[in-house]
T-cell receptor, first 110, second 114 residues
Framework: LAKTTQPISMDSYEGQEVNITCSHN???????ITWYQQFPSQGPRFIIQ???TKVTNEVASLFIPADRKSSTLSLPRVSLSDTAVYYC???????????FGAGTTVTVRA | KAGVTQTPRYLIKTRGQQVTLSCSPI?????VSWYQQTPGQGLQFLFE???????NKGNFPGRFSGRQFSNSRSEMNVSTLELGDSALYLC?????????????FGEGSRLTVL
């Protein structure tokens, strides 16, 4: 099971880009990388998932280098409502459900 | 379509009692997983069910149990409650439980043990 390491917290200001890097040195060949967002007293919400290179959707971008030992979630032009905990998950099959970790608390200030 | 529904949303129990929490997954989803979330421990995996069978289990004592019914609805039970069981219990469903599938979470059941 790939272990992930991400910063405990990050601060930003409205309109800035926030980049959260997750380290997963022992990622396996079949592992995918998935990011979730969680607001207080709510369940986590899927943001984005990728296997390699770059993935982009209407919410975020996910950058994965060739060695796949890390990944970076990029949130463009954040607003106050993006204040949340962000989780990086790595795994295959059902395994990734086991590894939510503590996440990164992102605080966006006005 | 309706999201994941968890009941009850809030409940208060005393030590030694037992509690049953319910989770109704999104229609068509066959995988249901349960998590415990506390301020100190973060989000921790309890167990996962697929087609009425437990496929994965986290590192929790036997007081924590669950089951899944033929309609994919799931329940989890905690017996002999301890103060440390106070937490937000989250349920998530997915179509097949494979890693390329998105997990859809409910809003959780907040349990307070006095």
């Amino acid at each position: 099971l790939a272990k992930t390491t991400q910063p405990i917290s990050m601060d930003s200001y409205e309109g800035q880009e926030v980049n959260i890097t997750c380290s997963h040195n022992n990622i396996a060949t079949n592992d995918y990388i998935t990011w979730y967002q969680q607001f207080p007293s709510q369940g986590p919400r899927f943001i984005i998932q990728g296997y390699k290179t770059k993935v982009t959707n209407e919410v975020a971008s996910l950058f994965i280098p060739a060695d796949r030992k890390s990944s970076t979630l990029s949130l463009p032009r954040v607003s106050l409502s993006d204040t949340a905990v962000y989780y990086c998950l790595v795994g295959k099959s059902n395994d990734y459900k086991l590894s939510f970790g503590a996440g990164t608390t992102v605080t966006v200030r006005a | 379509k309706a999201g994941v529904t968890q009941t009850p949303r809030y409940l208060i129990k005393t030590r030694g009692q037992q509690v049953t929490l319910s989770c109704s997954p999104i229609s068509g989803h066959r995988s249901v997983s349960w998590y415990q979330q506390t301020p100190g421990q973060g989000l921790q995996f309890l167990f996962e069910y697929f087609s009425e069978t437990q496929r994965n289990k986290g590192n929790f004592p036997g007081r924590f149990s669950g089951r899944q019914f033929s309609n994919s609805r799931s329940e989890m039970n905690v017996s002999t409650l301890e103060l440390g069981d106070s937490a937000l219990y989250l349920c998530a469903s997915s179509l097949t439980g494979e890693n390329t599938g998105e997990l859809f979470f409910g809003e959780g059941s907040r349990l307070t043990v006095l």
